[in-house]
């Protein structure tokens, strides 16, 4: 079966980094667009942004914009997040995702997620 693992997360400080990675087996990387999401307490679950199944081509939320960066690594069947200049708002659980198309930033076009990993920015 697919199975998504992402791992990374972590406590960090207003303006730090963070490397998040999502570890895929059980599908054929390489044909699956990634996409990481999050979601804050009490809120809907959001698009952080998104590769497709080459890494020639990515799409990241105006929120993260320069600050993050996704990446893959289609040898490693791994996705990763860079996140960099954190905020406070950028708090909460960051999920990965695989579609066998192309990527869409709708959560709902998804069929597989991770469990997701805890990122908490500290004011």
């Known amino acids: 079966q697919v199975v998504l693992v992402e791992s990374g997360g972590g406590l960090v400080q207003t303006g730090g980094s963070l490397k998040l990675s999502c570890a895929a087996s059980g599908l054929t990387f390489n044909s699956y667009a990634i996409a990481w999401f999050r979601q804050a307490p009490g809120k809907e679950r959001e698009f952080v942004a998104a590769?497709?199944?080459?890494?020639?081509?990515?799409s990241n939320a105006d929120s993260v914009k320069d600050r993050f960066a996704i990446s893959r690594d289609n040898a490693k069947n791994t996705v990763y997040l860079h996140l960099n200049s954190l905020k406070p708002e950028d708090t909460g659980v960051y999920y990965c995702s695989a579609r066998s198309t192309y990527y869409t930033k709708n959560p709902g076009d998804y069929l597989y997620w991770g469990q997701g990993t805890q990122v908490t920015v500290s004011s």
């Open positions: 590769i497709d199944w080459s890494g020639s081509r990515t």
